[in-house]
């Protein structure tokens, strides 16, 4: 963090999106595993293919469709949304879930 604190703009940017275990999104028994690199979008369609194993999950997508819109939701990951939440204190709707 820099002298001017968390929300001080930033000479460098990283993009994680080609770091092929954060994209990684996997569905078991167990729930749905989803890396901080998976795209809004991505992870819409994972919950709306399972809906059938839980009922939250039809939930959650149909909650997650209402954020942003289909460009934001195609690039922007849900980690990266919670984490501005958190850093920035970004007005975010999928921390409210």
């Not at 399972?50 to 469709?65: G, I, V």
């Amino acid at each position: 963090m820099g002298a001017d604190g968390p929300n001080a703009d930033s000479d460098v940017f990283i993009d994680i999106s080609s770091i092929p275990e954060l994209s990684v999104h996997e569905v078991s028994k167990a729930g749905i595993h989803a890396g901080a690199a998976v795209t809004i979008s991505t992870l819409i369609k994972t919950l709306t293919a399972q809906a059938s194993t839980s009922p939250s999950f039809e939930s959650l997508a149909a909650h997650m469709k209402r954020v942003g819109n289909w460009q934001v939701r195609n690039v922007g990951s849900w980690a990266g949304n919670l984490t501005m939440a958190k850093v920035r204190k970004f007005a975010s709707d999928l921390a409210t879930i």
